[in-house]
């Protein structure tokens, strides 16, 4: 059985930074493409960033355009855990942030939910302004 965990969503202001972590458990984490999704109230779930295993140490990293160059996603695959360091939060960052896992790699669905298989509970982060 699949199992992800998110934790270290929580309130923080505008600007500062959070980490999230996702904890993976019953799946070959190794090969399997990690997603980061997010939905805020009202709105449909949206894309953050993947990591996509080329080898067990060497993965691409994708990001929305939204959150390029403040979010990071890094990857441990000793420890079967992918991570969100997200930076210069803005108060559009409030959501649920959801980590994704996905056997198949379809190049076609790497931003969307449909191109996921396993999703954990999801997380709240909320940035007030």
């Known amino acids: 059985q699949v199992l992800l965990v998110e934790s270290g969503g929580g309130l923080v202001q505008a600007g500062d930074s959070l980490r999230l972590s996702c904890a993976a458990s019953?799946?070959?984490?190794?090969?399997?493409?990690m997603g980061w999704f997010r939905q805020a109230p009202g709105k449909e779930r949206e894309f953050v960033a993947a990591?996509?295993?080329?080898?067990?140490?060497?993965?691409?990293?994708y990001y929305a355009d939204s959150v390029k160059g403040r979010f990071t996603l890094s990857r441990d695959n000793a420890k079967n855990a992918v991570y969100l360091q997200m930076n210069s939060l803005k108060v559009d960052d409030t959501a649920v942030y959801y980590c994704?896992?996905?056997?198949?790699?379809?190049?076609?669905?790497?931003?969307?939910?449909?191109?996921?298989?396993?999703w954990g509970q999801g997380t709240q982060v909320t940035v007030s302004s």
């Open positions: 994704t896992a996905d056997p198949r790699g379809v190049d076609g669905l790497l931003r969307a939910p449909s191109g996921y298989d396993y």
């Open positions: 019953g799946l070959p984490f190794s090969s399997y493409r």
């Open positions: 990591s996509v295993p080329i080898t067990w140490s060497v993965s691409n990293t």
